[in-house]
């Protein structure tokens, strides 16, 4: 695994700019001034550890419900029944991205999942990929998310013999709208009707939910978290309906911090994992306190990490937390990366790499393409 | 594992259309009447079918009403059923955040428990309000 400084392509700014992604500063999320490089034989270790990782977070996401582990999950019991009962009908997934640490060398280790509302989709599907084709047309990457989702939402439409997708999301998010934007393509190729709609849209006239059209929803994909949905008017009407909903509410389990100790608890030792607890143990050494249901690194607390002072309090430090020992991110040209590991349909599927010169990835990130070589 | 060298590249001339526009081309048997405004002079749409059983499909069956096109004359037109109006404001105008919009969907008439109610009797708002919540608040 090394770091690469790569020439960009010379018409990426023009490219960027079709498709809105080209921000006013010239400072773009997706830069592909920088690219990994990966072995095969690194390419085939994320490969396991994601399988074996979602293996075992299914394992722990029944155990939970068997347990009723919800209240450590930080899960309203509300939400638990209904989450609970989508597992057990055998609900299916579409996709989640697992955040891992790995230098090239240790075995990859399990940050978190997210397993609900997983964004930085389009960048690893396509940005990606178009980059390796023109770049280094004779190399390869891991990269079969594209196909995947398609096949994934096929799959689907066979299996529930609907037609019509309705994808609802904070549409004046970027990250949200290009997600639903490029989940729409995808379910659009796979044969779905497809209708986006701001998720405050939303309507629901007695007898079911309705999309911005007025049309009545069949099956909704939501990039928006169950555990928000749980405290809102209209949760209700959807474990009334039992709608079919993308990502089931079980996936709320998944996505919580607090199944990392559980994790830890039903696999102690094993390699992809990093000892995790429910309550504040310096045994556990220098360590990292996450929100259980918190987002995009808000009110992740360092103790006992030399270097890292207190964050910042926000919108999640009232939360129930969790105690994860501190894996330091590699550091590359003084750049940290993390690796996206992509599950579509319980299969991993790709990666892409976010590297920050801070060492808690965040607002500063960047995304860099990758390769394969050897 | 890997992916192969191929690939569908059509996608992505899909994807580029759609993150442009910001806005949407559905693939449906109904057409939009776009001719609609309502009281307080916004766009309004209706959906237009072939038949009965398409506009059911989607709505129902009161929702969906006989309709003739034409001068109105009852005469030279084409008979479709159409369904209730809606509006047409952030598809046609492009969706943009309103940030002085701090309630529920802007077709919507705020009730006081935070729940509203459509003036078609639909109720919009029930989902977006704890997004909005930590959106404002850096979360």
Same mark, same amino acid.
């Given at each position: ?27 773009? !999320? ?14 085939? #270790?994320? /490969? ?24 450590? *999950? ?7 029944? /209904? ?11 579409? /996709? ?5 640490? !790995? ?13 609900? #509302? ?8 396509? *940005?990606? &990929? ?51 934007? /490029? ?8 044969? &779905?009707?497809?209708?986006? #709609? ?29 555990? &928000? ?29 607090? *199944?990392?100790?559980?994790? &830890? ?18 045994? *556990? ?75 808690? #990835? ?13 | ?28 048997? +109904?057409?939009?009447?776009? =001719? ?18 398409? +506009? ?7 929702? +969906? ?6 001068? @109105? ?8 059923? =159409? @369904? ?23 077709? $919507? ?7 509203? $109610? ?6 919009? @708002? ?5 997004? =909005? ?5 850096? @979360?």
């Amino acid at each position: 695994m090394r770091r690469e400084v790569t020439a960009p392509r010379p018409n990426i700014k023009a490219r960027m700019q079709d498709i809105g992604l080209w921000p006013r500063d010239d400072n773009p !999320y997706y830069d592909e001034t920088v690219a990994y490089v990966f072995s095969e034989s690194q390419i085939e #270790t994320l /490969y396991e550890a994601s399988l074996a990782l979602e293996h075992m977070i299914g394992e722990a996401v029944d155990h939970v419900i068997a347990k009723k582990r919800f209240d450590e *999950l930080g899960i309203p019991q509300a939400l638990a029944t /209904y989450a609970a009962a989508c597992r057990r009908k055998g609900h299916p997934s579409v /996709y989640g991205r697992m955040d891992l640490a !790995y230098d090239g060398i240790h075995p990859p280790k399990l940050l978190e999942y997210n397993a609900d #509302t997983p964004t930085a989709l389009f960048e690893a599907a396509v *940005l990606q &990929w178009e980059w390796l084709k023109e770049r280094f047309p004779d190399c390869d990457q891991f990269n079969s998310i594209h196909e995947a989702l398609i096949a994934a939402w096929a799959k689907l439409k066979n299996q529930s013999g609907l037609s019509r997708l309705t994808l609802a999301g904070m549409l004046e998010e970027d990250d949200d709208r290009m997600t639903i934007a /490029y989940m729409e393509d995808v379910a659009h190729q796979a044969g &779905w009707r497809t209708i986006p #709609t701001p998720i405050s849209e939303l309507g629901f006239d007695g007898r079911g939910f309705v999309d911005a059209e007025g049309v009545y929803v069949q099956a909704l994909f939501k990039l928006y978290p169950w555990d &928000w949905m749980a405290q809102e008017a209209f949760f209700d009407r959807v474990v009334e309906l039992d709608l079919a909903v993308m990502e089931s509410a079980w996936r709320v389990i998944a996505s919580s911090k607090g *199944l990392l100790p559980i994790l &830890w608890e039903l696999f102690p030792g094993h390699p992809n994992l990093l000892p995790a607890g429910f309550n504040n143990d310096p045994a *556990l050494g220098p360590r990292v306190s996450k929100p259980v249901l918190g987002r995009e690194g808000s009110d992740i607390q360092f103790i006992d990490v030399p270097g890292l002072p207190p964050a910042p309090e926000g919108p999640y430090a009232s939360q129930k937390r969790i105690y994860q020992a501190y894996q330091p991110l590699p550091c590359f040209d003084g750049w940290y990366p993390i690796i996206g590991s992509w599950i579509i349909d319980g299969e991993a599927c790709g990666v892409g790499v976010r590297e920050d010169q801070d060492k808690v #990835t965040g607002l500063g990130a960047k995304f860099r393409p990758h390769r394969m070589e050897g | 594992m890997t992916k192969a060298t191929t690939r569908d590249w059509s996608s992505t001339i899909v994807i580029l259309s759609l993150l442009t526009v910001g806005s949407v081309m559905t693939v449906s048997s +109904c057409q939009p009447d776009r =001719r609609g405004m309502d009281t307080a002079g916004e766009a309004q749409k209706r959906n237009l079918y072939q038949s009965k059983e398409a +506009c059911v499909a989607d709505y129902s069956e009161e929702a +969906c009403e006989a309709y003739q096109s034409g001068d @109105g004359s009852g005469s030279g037109g084409v008979f479709f059923f =159409r @369904g209730p109006p809606y509006p047409a404001s952030w598809r046609h105008a492009g969706y943009a955040f309103d940030p002085a919009r701090t309630g529920p969907g802007r077709a $919507a008439l705020a009730s006081p428990d935070g729940v509203v $109610a459509h003036p078609t009797q639909t109720m919009r @708002g029930g989902f977006g309000a704890t997004g =909005r919540s930590y959106a404002s608040r850096g @979360g």
